[in-house]
């Protein structure tokens, strides 16, 4: 299984972007999908998740009112808007075990390489 996660790079507070995840279709259509962050210094943490029909969301209180996760076939995004300084990181796509984007990191099982997000003042 291959995660291939895009559209980070450098933007300035108060932006938007969008990050895009390219999953194997065939692989990923029946389970859920997640997005997670690591900044330097700190644990990787839970951005958002979805269940694998996109009915079900649910998006980490520092960033709820701000991003959106959604996805169509055969990809996974992570609409960003009224972007901060402390949300730089290296975002992560993850694949989820079962069918539901779930907070807990430890359920997923297959990741992306990451892409880098950063947000100046």
């Known amino acids: 299984v291959q995660l291939q996660a895009s559209g980070g790079g450098l933007m300035q507070a108060g932006g938007s972007a969008r990050l895009s995840c390219a999953t194997s279709?065939?692989?990923?259509?029946?389970?859920?999908m997640g997005w997670f962050r690591q900044a330097p210094g700190k644990e990787r943490e839970f951005v958002a998740g979805?269940?694998?029909?996109?009915?079900r969301t649910s998006h980490s209180d520092s960033v709820k009112g701000r991003f959106t996760i959604s996805r169509d076939s055969g990809r996974v995004y992570l609409q960003m808007s009224s972007l901060k300084p402390e949300d730089t990181a290296t975002y992560y796509c993850?694949?989820?075990?079962?069918?539901?984007?779930?907070?807990?990191?430890?359920?997923?099982?297959?990741w992306g390489q990451g892409t880098q997000v950063t947000v100046s003042s």
């Open positions: 979805i269940s694998w029909n996109g009915g």
């Open positions: 279709r065939r692989t990923a259509s029946n389970n859920g």
């Open positions: 993850a694949q989820n075990r079962g069918t539901y984007g779930s907070q807990d990191e430890r359920s997923y099982a297959y």
